[in-house]
């Protein structure tokens, strides 16, 4: 005999298959979970996508149930279950792979099940009883998981994309801090790796901050636009198919209040039902923003090498020792580590570009890549940034002695001297100082180019970092 304790038999369109009694989730969320074995990393991860989903099944049984299409006791229950959803209950039933066939149906399935067993026991009635509440006919009613879940895919990004906006203004912040903290140390600018005219290590610290605010921005505002164009009440194909000729205009404006989202309907529900272009343009976002990230990455690399035979302009905290077999040497692992995840958003951005072309006819059946990309990217960069803001950019100490020092033995500082002594001068000083060991200033007072007083004036730091008239130029 079967032990009913520990199982109950479900019944689907391959036929009859034992699902744990405890389960939330029935028959066909467990075939998935059997059949996609892939990546290892299931819906549950993401509790965004699953409160897209949830919100999304609520606004259409609001809609089913205004429309008279779905009963008042079924519609409560299934209300109370998506609630219990988007409040974080019971995201360890979501137990397919982000990965799968079918578009997506999977998912959707997975959610359509965990709300109806949910609901059934709102109701008093068993787990897989679905002859009072059905996951297909209750739950899924007016959908197909060619509108349901993409609409949901994009609910879930906005959602998280909120933590990202917060954890990106919160690493603006820290580079500004830093640039107010750096902001009386000279140090020399460099281009192509050599040494090029004076500027001050804040002004380099909030040039970090004004590229990354430029993005803050743009996450700020293009993704509302880019996402919330939903092909809901399109169901299969985006003839609507199945559905009352009101609930396409009632479902969006039901998601939308329940989401506090500006949600619109898409003009031609067909070609939305395939079209994955809103998804590359937050994806290209994305790639934008970890591209200037990794880069300033790559700088503090640089400007915190040595310590002694390098530039060694700032300290960058230690972290961790850094070497199995070199005693004393600690690495910047926690930029390193950006720079990495820097490269897995960079290829994800790729494998969405190729999933989104890859549709075909009226569906793209490659979303659930998308999908899985599209968060997986989110979800590393807001943990980048938090772990370089914190482990990092807050404790980063300035070498202020020997940026002054390497500013005065460069041979950039000439170009300060330009408007002054002339190009020619200038040319012919910087070749004998690389040739000869001497500093510029040095060479410059020997020659008598210039007095002391004058030479005073032109190094004082606030004129050699930023426009000023010159009243005196020598030939």
């Known amino acids: 005999m079967k032990n009913t304790a520990t199982t109950r ?26 059949n996609f074995r892939l990546t290892g990393i299931i819906l549950s991860h993401y509790p965004s ?15 089913n149930y205004e429309l008279g299409d ?11 279950a998506c609630q219990r959803l988007m409040n974080n209950e019971f995201n360890d039933q979501f137990i397919v792979d982000m990965i799968q066939g079918g578009a ?25 009883e679905y002859q009072f ?28 994309n909120e933590m990202l906006i917060e954890s990106l203004s919160n690493l603006c912040k820290a580079f500004r801090r830093k640039g107010a903290e750096f902001a009386d140390i000279i140090k020399m600018g460099r281009t192509q790796l050599q040494d090029a005219v004076p500027m001050t290590l804040g002004q380099e610290f909030n040039a970090f901050a004004t590229t990354l605010e430029d993005d803050l921005e743009r996450l700020k505002t293009y993704p509302l636009d880019w996402l919330t164009e939903i092909n809901m009440g399109g169901t299969a194909i985006g ?72 530039i060694g302009e700032i300290n960058l905290p230690a972290r961790q020792p850094g070497s199995s077999i070199m005693p004393g040497k600690v690495n910047p692992v926690i930029p390193e580590a ?36 599209m968060f997986d990217s989110i979800r590393m960069i807001k943990r980048a940034m938090d772990m370089l803001r914190e482990e990092c950019i807050d404790g980063i100490t300035a070498n202020a ?43 410059v007072r020997e020659e008598k180019l210039l007095s002391e007083e004058e030479l005073a004036d032109i190094l004082k730091p606030k004129n050699m970092i930023a426009p000023r008239e010159v009243k005196h130029k020598k030939a």
């Open 338 to 373: 950006v720079n990495q995840v820097s490269f897995a958003v960079m290829g994800n951005d790729l494998a969405i570009t190729i999933a989104a072309e890859a549709g075909q006819l009226q569906l793209n059946v490659m979303e659930p890549l998308i999908a899985y990309k």
């Open 239 to 310: 003839t609507g198919i199945n559905t009352d000729p009101k609930y396409q205009h009632l479902v969006t404006e039901k998601l939308c209040k329940i989401s506090g989202l500006k949600f619109r309907s898409a003009p031609d529900l067909i070609e939305a039902s395939w079209d994955m272009g809103g998804f590359i343009m937050f994806s290209g976002q994305l790639k934008r923003l970890v591209v200037k990230i990794s880069k300033i990455c790559n700088d503090l690399r640089l400007l915190s090498s040595g310590p002694r035979t390098g």
């Open 49 to 63: 996508l699953i409160k897209g989903l949830a919100i999304v099944k609520l606004a259409a049984a609001e809609a």
């Open 104 to 128: 997506g149906t999977s998912t959707n399935m997975n959610a359509n099940e965990v709300i109806a067993n949910i609901a059934l026991e709102e109701m008093g009635k068993q787990k897989g």
């Open 401 to 443: 002695e020997l940026c002054q020092r390497l500013v005065e033995n460069s041979i950039g500082l000439v170009t300060a001297l330009n408007p002054y002594i002339g190009y020619e001068n200038c040319t012919r000083i910087a070749k004998e100082a690389l040739q000869s060991g001497k500093g510029v200033l040095e060479l």
């Open 70 to 80: 779905l009963p008042e006791d079924k519609y409560k229950a299934i209300a109370k």
């Open 9 to 34: 038999v479900e019944h689907d369109l391959l036929g009859d298959m034992e699902v744990p009694a405890d389960a939330y989730y029935g028959v066909q969320t467990l075939r998935a979970a059997q």
């Open 133 to 160: 509440l059905h996951p297909n006919n209750d739950v899924n009613m007016a959908q197909s998981t060619n509108d349901a879940y993409p609409t949901a895919v994009r609910v879930g990004l906005l959602l998280i």
